[in-house]
């Protein structure tokens, strides 16, 4: 009885699988080091508490009502905020950067994050108290007004221009940042001092109902985008070709540009201003093979939860008895990274 494969199929059988087993190992590894990233953050601090203990702490009861205090209703929210914010804004600037085919494209530097903080700032400065609801609503608006006026302007020019897409996003990005500086400095110096903490980004404020709302967004709108994955991949041929495999291109690319603006919108709404992290990311998962969203959003999602967990760590224990704001350090290695980018495109 002959064998329904020749040697030739069967070796591009035995290959596929294992090319798809290599995937799923190079999956596992940040999965896994997310898990003790989370553990070990759970410890670090201006109070260390041992590995055991935390563990302890997770499964059981804690040893003493302080760790229980320290761990479980301080920490546990900081921890778990950071981990979904930069999933989100990780997952956020992969798909600015497949949807509109531009490798520099991120929330940051299309000034979503700009936009979001700025109608966050407007929902404190007029004191309107409509809840989380509120504040999330006014940051959206916030972003998708930086999304319309990014576009509108990059399409009326050269859309498909690296160049124009980026300094349009850069100059909407200052455009409503003084807005924001404005806003504030006619904002009473209390509630000033509040906001401009808040914009530099931190999970210090972090509580169940913040967690709740971030987790939700965050996985909600990674799922829908996960649907759409093959339609933006398509996005990368160019429109032409997208149009010609049936893809309704217009369509993919609002509903990437909402999506990503929604999330991002509800991340500023309680974490601040935390910028880079959409850019650097997918860049580093692209480097090692992982391109198509199949791929690539789950990578992005894991990495990008383990730096800003990370990046916490580290605002929470550099300096003693104070915090550095996450969106210091996010933007200090976010311009050296970018610089770096555009040093090996220019080589």
Known sequence: MTSPFNKHDTSNLIGSKSKNSNKVQKLLLPLLLLL?????????????????????????QCSSP?????????????VLLALFAGAGLAVAGAVLQNSTNNSLADPYLFGIVSGAGLGAIL???LNIQLGTIGMSLFAFLG?????????????SKAYKKTETLILTGVAVSFMLAAASQFLLYVSEPMAANRIIFWLMGSVAFANAESVTWVSTTVITSSIVLWLLRDNIDALLLGDEQAKSLGVNVDLVRILALLITSAMTAIIV????????????????????????????????????????????????VSIPNQEIPLGVITSACGSLFFLLILKRRVS
């Open 66 to 78: 302080i760790n229980s205090m320290i761990v479980q209703d301080i920490r546990l929210p900081r």
């Open 269 to 316: 709404a309680f974490c601040g201003g935390i910028g880079f992290v959409g850019l650097m990311i997918p860049h580093i998962i692209r480097w090692f093979g992982f391109v198509k969203m199949r791929q690539l959003l789950p990578m992005v999602f894991v990495v990008g939860a383990v730096f800003l967990i990370w990046v916490d760590v580290i605002a929470r």
């Open 36 to 60: 003790i990233s989370v553990t070990l953050a759970l410890g670090l601090g201006s109070v260390y508490i041992p590995f055991s203990e935390v563990l302890y702490c997770l499964t059981e």
């Open 123 to 125: 929902y404190n400065v």
């Open 143 to 155: 972003a998708l007004l930086s999304v319309t006026l990014v576009m509108s302007v990059a399409i």
